[in-house]
């Protein structure tokens, strides 16, 4: 393996070679649909029943709301830094610095949850490896395969990516082929399954699945860490947009056909896997294995775009400067033959890893809040953006629409967030206490060590979007 240092006199960056459709599959393939659908989307359907639909088409409301923030944000500043870097352009420095900060603890996290999942979808095919072993085994071959050159991991998870989309259009398909005579009713006036019995789901129910719903929509904006390696990084933002759109159909039909289709309401809203018991009342037991493989194949999916993407967030945490200088040095390097950030991927390989000793609750806590915190600096760098310039207007390729309404419907969603996660005392008020710590923790490192530093610390990103930022602003 040869490596490329970085260059010393400028941000190193990546060779502009991805289309927009290359970003589109890569982006699908890290928020994952399937995942969202067949793991988180379970849950949800099993907390609120029928009302899951009602749950999926608001929730779909609120990330619009949330996606086009981002999504202006990022054409403005399209870097590999994510959202996180477009957040400090329109913000300020202390901004980017509390994200970065911050995502670089929940990234381990994010991509653990997903790795932890396939092998409870590989248990119906009798491999001879513990849960634990596989999920190390899983992390190896995704830190391996995400060395590849990024139009190699394109193609491949194309090939994925278009499973998971017949596994889904499956799920959709059978349910709205066997409507039943009472299907808007169980739309309209929600039930879920209560001590074993249909009961009407009450408005809190339906309230707290909505937040989940939005959670597991949301991800168009990580099409912002390929940015670089795009031929025409300012498109990102209708890029962002495309996927979610994208996103909101595979993600809404499985849901909508499971519940308008099912034979059996109760049985099939009161197990842990709804849509995998909702197929077997129709389908024969090999195509649920197709299922059941399609789904652990999502998973890897998401896992591998998530590691060629997150490496290269790690990546772009180091070129400007987020650690000491044996670290920065060290997490820039690129492969010559790939330009895969080696040492950020490693790093990220041997985190994810160790990540699964952690309970999942502890995942869970660091990680549901974080997105509701993150959305008040959306809207405040889109509101910023717009008076500096800096985002917005008919210099920049997307702008979310109907300003300043958008912002203002992200603060009453912030709010609403706010209130759903403190009236869930188990889990989104403790989440709300966790994530505002990692938030003062990241503040403490910006203010007691970046600015300490001589001249203190500057965000920046790759020479020629530095340089029409610059022009921008």
């Not at 393996?1 to 890290?30: C, W």
């Not at 339906?206 to 031929?231: C, H, P, R, Y």
């Not at 289709?261 to 090999?286: H, I, M, N, Q, W």
């Not at 650690?323 to 690129?334: C, D, K, V």
Request: net charge neutral; proline share 5%.
């Amino acid at each position: 393996m040869t490596d490329t240092p970085a260059p010393e006199s400028s941000a190193p960056r990546f060779s502009r070679s991805l289309s927009g459709f290359g970003v589109i599959i890569l982006t699908l393939s890290v928020l994952s649909p399937g995942v969202s659908i067949f793991v988180s989307g379970s849950s949800i359907v099993q907390q609120a029943g029928t009302g899951a639909v009602l749950a999926f088409v608001i929730g779909s409301f609120i990330c619009y709301c949330q996606t086009s923030l981002i999504a202006e944000l990022s054409a403005a500043y399209p870097t590999a830094g994510y959202d996180y870097a477009a957040i400090g352009h329109a913000v300020g420095d202390w901004a980017g610095a509390l994200t970065y900060v911050v995502g670089l603890f929940t990234a381990p996290l994010f991509l653990n949850t997903s790795v932890v999942g396939i092998a409870l979808y590989l248990h119906p095919f009798g491999l001879p490896m513990g849960d634990e072993a596989l999920t190390f085994a899983m992390v190896g071959v995704v830190t391996a395969l995400s060395l590849l050159n990024i139009r190699s991991n394109e193609f491949i998870t194309g090939i994925f990516m278009l499973t998971e989309t017949l596994a889904l259009l499956l799920v959709a398909g059978v349910g709205l082929w066997h409507v039943r005579p009472d299907a808007m009713q169980l739309i309209l006036h929600p039930v879920h399954v209560t001590n074993g019995v249909l009961a009407a789901a009450a408005i809190g129910v339906v309230g707290i699945a909505v937040n989940n719903a939005s959670w597991s929509l949301a991800g168009a904006s990580q099409a912002t860490m390929f940015s670089e390696d795009m031929k025409h990084p300012r498109s990102v933002g209708r890029i962002i947009m495309l996927a979610f759109a994208i996103t909101v159909v595979l993600e809404v039909l499985p849901v909508l056909g499971t519940t308008v289709g099912a034979r059996d309401v109760t049985k099939v809203f009161s197990d842990s896997s709804p849509f995998e018991t909702f197929l077997s009342e129709y389908l024969t037991p090999f195509v649920l294995k197709f299922v059941s493989a399609a789904i652990a194949i999502a998973i890897f999916n998401a896992c591998l775009a998530g590691f060629v993407g997150i490496g290269r967030n790690i990546f772009a945490m180091a070129r400007t400067d987020m650690f000491s200088r044996p670290i920065n040095h060290a997490l820039t390097r690129l492969t010559g033959r790939t330009q895969a950030p080696w040492v950020a991927i490693l790093a990220l390989g041997v985190t994810t890893a160790l990540a699964t000793f952690l309970p999942l609750y502890v995942k869970v806590l660091l990680l549901s809040g974080n997105y509701t915190l993150l959305t008040i600096l959306y809207v405040w760098g889109v509101v910023a953006g717009r008076r500096s310039g800096k985002t917005g207007g008919a210099r920049h390729s997307y702008s979310s629409p109907l300003f300043p309404l958008i912002p203002l419907l992200g603060c009453v969603i912030v709010v609403g967030e706010v209130i759903v996660l403190w009236l869930d005392a188990d889990v989104g008020r403790k989440s709300l206490f966790v994530c505002s710590g990692a938030w003062l923790l990241a503040y403490c490192y910006y203010r007691f060590v970046l600015l300490r530093r001589p001249g203190g610390w500057t965000l920046r990103g790759p020479a020629d979007i530095d340089a029409m930022a610059a022009r921008d602003g």
